[in-house]
């Protein structure tokens, strides 16, 4: 149990808090990381346009022979925009999800996946609002088609949103919109970037910070970050600064495991062939671009994922679907799509 929490854990905090820069690369007074990012996270509307790519090289066994797919054969790409009115706490996301002929072919080839059929891209047309996120019958109709092999053509569904609460579907408003950074959360952050010893080369005057971590660099960040705390109480609170979403029963089992120095370097040793986070960021006055590079490897499989993004400062108001617009739960989404499959069954 300890091995599966570790990971998501420890890559999630990483990503979330490496931010700061070492004396000797900027003097103190200057524009520090948290000086930039306590601005960006008070801008109250933002726009963020995103580009990714993720690939995977993965061996499988296909009727008891191991079988090589080519990198190419599984990726996914992904772009679109997110839009976030932190005022009203709604927000839309536009993303497109494009799915490589080479990788719908290999998924046709194996005997295990095959009943799978993915269209070439699906679009992701959905809305946020403080407490449910709002799914469009046609990723609903794609998904029961995908997941359960029920076809049912989107324009007899007697609905257009499906509302599926956020703890659910682990999109939080608060997440995509940014970690929020006060004056006082900015001191803590710097002194503990000092702490766990985190290089970040800063760059243009303090506007572009960069890091760049292998694995045995965030096995030991790991280390040092779980020592940070001395108290369960004091964890959570991190966590709570973070705005990070987590069940009461989870905090004991995920401060266990950061306290566990041997659990941690055992499972990044045995589980982990290599490791590689690359981050970069660029402010500017009204607006900030972000690359990351995530490489992961094991016995099984390669994974690469890239990230693009760049989140303006704009205005916005309270988003929310057209007027009339059919919402219904997820339990009335479900008898209501089964009566539109029997409808186009004749049955």
């Not at 008070?42 to 990714?52: C, F, G, L, T, V």
């Not at 049912?152 to 929020?180: K, N, R």
């Not at 020592?227 to 705005?243: G, I, R």
């Amino acid at each position: 149990m300890k091995k599966k929490l570790l990971l998501p854990l420890c890559v999630g905090v990483l990503l979330a808090g490496c931010g700061g820069q070492t004396e000797t690369t900027i003097e103190k007074e200057e524009i520090t990381y948290w000086d930039n990012l306590t601005e960006v996270s008070s801008w109250q509307d933002i726009d963020m346009k995103i580009n990714a790519t993720a690939d995977l090289h993965k061996t499988t066994d296909v009727d008891g022979e191991t079988s090589e797919l080519n990198i190419k054969d599984l990726s996914l790409l992904m772009d679109g925009d997110i839009q976030i009115d932190k005022e009203t706490m709604t927000g839309k996301i536009d993303l497109n999800l494009g799915f490589p002929e080479e990788f719908r072919i290999s998924l046709a080839q194996n005997p295990s996946l095959s009943h799978i059929e993915l269209p070439e891209a699906i679009n992701l047309n959905m809305y946020i609002t403080p407490n449910s996120v709002l799914i469009p019958k046609d990723l609903y109709s794609v998904a029961a088609t995908v997941l359960l092999g029920i076809p049912v053509d989107a324009e007899i569904i007697p609905f257009d949103y499906v509302s599926i609460d956020s703890d659910e579907t682990g999109i939080q408003l608060s997440t995509l919109a940014g970690v929020t950074v006060s004056e006082e959360d900015k001191e803590k952050y710097n002194a503990l970037q000092e702490d766990l010893g985190v290089d970040i080369i800063s760059s243009n005057e303090g506007k572009t910070f960069k890091v760049t971590l292998d694995k045995a660099k965030i096995t030991d960040l790991i280390v040092k970050f779980g020592q940070t705390f001395e108290t369960q109480e004091e964890f959570e609170n991190f966590l709570n600064t973070l705005e990070v979403t987590y069940a009461p029963e989870e905090a004991p089992k995920m401060y266990e495991v950061l306290k566990d120095e041997t659990t941690i370097r055992t499972t990044f040793e045995e589980t982990i062939n290599d490791m590689m986070i690359d981050y970069t960021v660029n402010f500017e006055p009204e607006q900030y671009m972000t690359d990351v590079i995530l490489e992961l490897s094991d016995a099984e499989a390669q994974m690469k994922v890239n990230l693009n993004s760049t989140t303006k400062k704009t205005e916005l108001s309270e988003m929310a679907p057209e007027e009339g617009s059919v919402i219904m739960s997820m339990d009335e989404a479900a008898t209501a799509f089964m009566g539109a499959w029997i409808s186009q069954s004749g049955l």
